[in-house]
Every structure is written in structure tokens, then in C-alpha cells.
């Protein structure tokens, strides 16, 4: 009797510390697992701005008719195209009378050819300073942004020391594939902001 009471104790004993390292076990996978979520929603968060910084001299322009503008290239170190699938949360405007302006996503197919994406809703312009809008414009690596203007007369800033533009006259709708006309010379101060994850962006006085 004195014996199996023996083993029967040292049965038990085993099963403790068998169930106390198994939950040391499970607590460390849990620790790891969560920093690995943590570290993981922080690399998809991201801030990427499309186009070139407003901080140059941009000239108010008016284009010839009414239609759609988009940079073909920038000055160095700017973003042409999205490298991210995100969403376009804010943008920016410099040097522009008139409007209203709609922000356009477009897709490069190739040489003078681009695809027209969707579109923000119509922004009036109150100032030829940088004005800021806020939108929800979802964006696929690989596309970039153009402009809609809507009415003759209609100016925008271009800084003419650097990069070319194109576009396309009457406006290049979503689902509209066409070539565009140019390269007009110089870069337009246009800029998009793409967020990705959980980031957020200060548009004008409103964080988003």
C-alpha cells in the first residue's frame, strides 16, 4: 500500500510540473505571437506622398480647355506613382484660382497612355496658397493622381524650372482608357498623401 500511495504522489508531482510547463509554454507563445501582430501592423502602416513638395515657385496657369492634368515626371526625389495600395486621405493644391478641382487617380499603361480612375469629391479654391483636402480615395500601387478642372479659365501652378506634365482635353473618366497630349513643360502643384495601416495624416486642421 505504501508504495502505490508512493507513486501515486509522484504521479501527481509529474502531472504539476507537466501542466506548469505547458503554461509557461502557452504564455510565451502568446507573448510572442502578439509582439509579432504588433511588429507586423506597424510595417503595413505607412505615409507615402505622391508628387512634388509646394515649396517651389509655382506659377497660376490656365490650361487651354477644360480636362484632366497629371505630372509625367517630377524633380528628383519626388514620388510619381504609389508605391503602396492604400488610401489617399488628403491633397494638396498650390497656385490655383478658380474651380471646382477634383483629384483623379489614373493608371499609367504604357508611354502617353493611362486609364482614369475614380475621382474626390469637387473642391473650390479660396487661396493660390497650398490648400488642403481631405478625401477617401482608395489608390493601387503602380497608379497615379491627376487633377480635373471644371471650368474655363480655371488656373493651377506649375513650377516651370522642373518636370512635364500631360493631359487629356474634355477630362479622362473612370474606366477610360486614352492617350495623353504632350508633355507640357513643367511639374504641377498637385500631391497626394497615401496612408496604408493604421496611419494617420494632418490634412489642413483636421487629422485623419
Given at each position: 500500500?505504501?508504495?502505490r500511495g508512493?507513486?501515486?504522489?509522484r504521479?501527481n508531482q509529474?502531472s504539476v510540473?507537466?501542466?506548469?510547463r505547458?503554461?509557461?509554454r502557452?504564455?510565451a507563445?502568446?507573448a510572442?505571437?502578439?509582439?509579432?501582430?504588433i511588429?507586423?501592423?506597424s510595417?503595413?502602416?505607412s505615409?507615402?506622398?505622391?508628387g512634388?513638395?509646394l515649396?517651389?515657385t509655382?506659377?497660376?496657369q490656365?490650361?487651354?480647355?477644360v480636362?484632366?492634368?497629371?505630372n509625367a515626371?517630377?524633380q528628383a526625389?519626388?514620388?510619381l506613382?504609389?508605391p503602396?495600395?492604400?488610401?489617399?486621405a488628403?491633397?494638396?493644391i498650390t497656385?490655383?484660382?478658380?474651380?471646382p478641382?477634383r483629384?483623379?487617380v489614373?493608371?499609367?499603361?504604357g508611354?502617353?497612355?493611362y486609364?482614369?480612375?475614380?475621382?474626390?469629391?469637387p473642391q473650390?479654391i479660396t487661396s493660390?496658397a497650398?490648400q488642403a483636402?481631405?478625401?477617401n480615395?482608395?489608390?493601387?500601387?503602380?497608379?497615379?493622381i491627376?487633377?480635373?478642372?471644371?471650368?474655363?479659365?480655371?488656373k493651377?501652378?506649375?513650377n516651370?524650372?522642373?518636370?512635364s506634365?500631360?493631359?487629356?482635353?474634355?477630362g479622362l473618366?473612370?474606366g477610360?482608357?486614352?492617350?495623353?497630349?504632350?508633355?507640357g513643360?513643367?511639374?504641377i502643384?498637385?500631391?497626394?498623401?497615401?496612408?496604408?495601416?493604421n496611419?494617420?495624416?494632418?490634412?489642413?486642421?483636421?487629422?485623419?
Amino acid at each position: 500500500m505504501r508504495n502505490r500511495g508512493g507513486t501515486r504522489r509522484r504521479a501527481n508531482q509529474t502531472s504539476v510540473r507537466t501542466e506548469r510547463r505547458s503554461g509557461a509554454r502557452l504564455l510565451a507563445l502568446a507573448a510572442v505571437t502578439t509582439a509579432a501582430l504588433i511588429a507586423a501592423s506597424s510595417a503595413l502602416a505607412s505615409v507615402v506622398t505622391l508628387g512634388p513638395p509646394l515649396t517651389g515657385t509655382f506659377t497660376a496657369q490656365a490650361p487651354d480647355n477644360v480636362g484632366t492634368f497629371a505630372n509625367a515626371t517630377l524633380q528628383a526625389g519626388a514620388t510619381l506613382t504609389s508605391p503602396v495600395t492604400g488610401t489617399i486621405a488628403c491633397w494638396h493644391i498650390t497656385g490655383a484660382t478658380g474651380g471646382p478641382f477634383r483629384l483623379r487617380v489614373l493608371t499609367p499603361d504604357g508611354g502617353k497612355t493611362y486609364t482614369g480612375g475614380g475621382m474626390s469629391a469637387p473642391q473650390t479654391i479660396t487661396s493660390t496658397a497650398p490648400q488642403a483636402f481631405v478625401t477617401n480615395l482608395p489608390i493601387k500601387a503602380g497608379q497615379t493622381i491627376g487633377l480635373d478642372d471644371t471650368t474655363p479659365g480655371d488656373k493651377f501652378g506649375v513650377n516651370f524650372t522642373v518636370g512635364s506634365h500631360v493631359m487629356w482635353t474634355g477630362g479622362l473618366a473612370s474606366g477610360v482608357t486614352a492617350a495623353a497630349a504632350g508633355p507640357g513643360v513643367g511639374e504641377i502643384g498637385l500631391d497626394a498623401v497615401v496612408l496604408t495601416g493604421n496611419s494617420t495624416v494632418t490634412c489642413g486642421n483636421t487629422t485623419v
